[in-house]
């Protein structure tokens, strides 16, 4: 086994891409570290997302350490800044160790769907999970509180594309 080439890499990318077809964005809500932001928008460049909403403060590209992660990504991705989590479109699934919740992996996810995610200091507050139409969750067999926010958005994204590419 050895490493694809640059060209194999481009080739399967562009192979994966025709297989995905669903709309799947993420709506960042009042997050604080520009490193995380920056995280979060390589994957979703990765994973084709559509849309990364930016909810309240969270910064967004032109921060420089949200590039510092992101590598440039962070254009490659369209941004929406929004006052209010009410004002993003489609179905808005909380990604949050929330009551009532769903293991993410037990969760039908959709196309229109908009994976919610939480600030790292306090996670959605009250207000925000009601916005949302429905909420799963990791679940942590070890005895850890929760996932660094960008890691959790990172395995919601690919959980949601699994069983995009799963169904076909
Ligand atoms: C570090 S956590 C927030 C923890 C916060 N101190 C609290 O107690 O709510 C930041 C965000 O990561 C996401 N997150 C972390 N662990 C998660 C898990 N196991 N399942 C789903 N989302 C998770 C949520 O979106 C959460 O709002």
Redesign the pocket.
Known sequence: MKAMTTTQIKRANRDWRRRTDRSLSVALVSLSNPFNVGSIYRTAAVLGLEAVYLVGATPGPGEAKVHKTGLGTEHGVETVGVAALAEVPGRRV????ADG?VP?HEFAFAAGDVLV????????SPSSLAACDAA?????PGKV?????AM?ATL?MYEARRQEWAAQ
Do not use: R
Not at 94 to 97: K, R, S, T, Y
Not at 117 to 124: A, D, P, Q, R, V
């Open positions: 909380a990604v949050e160790l919740a993410m995610l939480g600030s790292e200091g306090h996670g959605l799963v969750y990791v679940p942590q509180a929760s996932l660094n926010v959790a919601a």
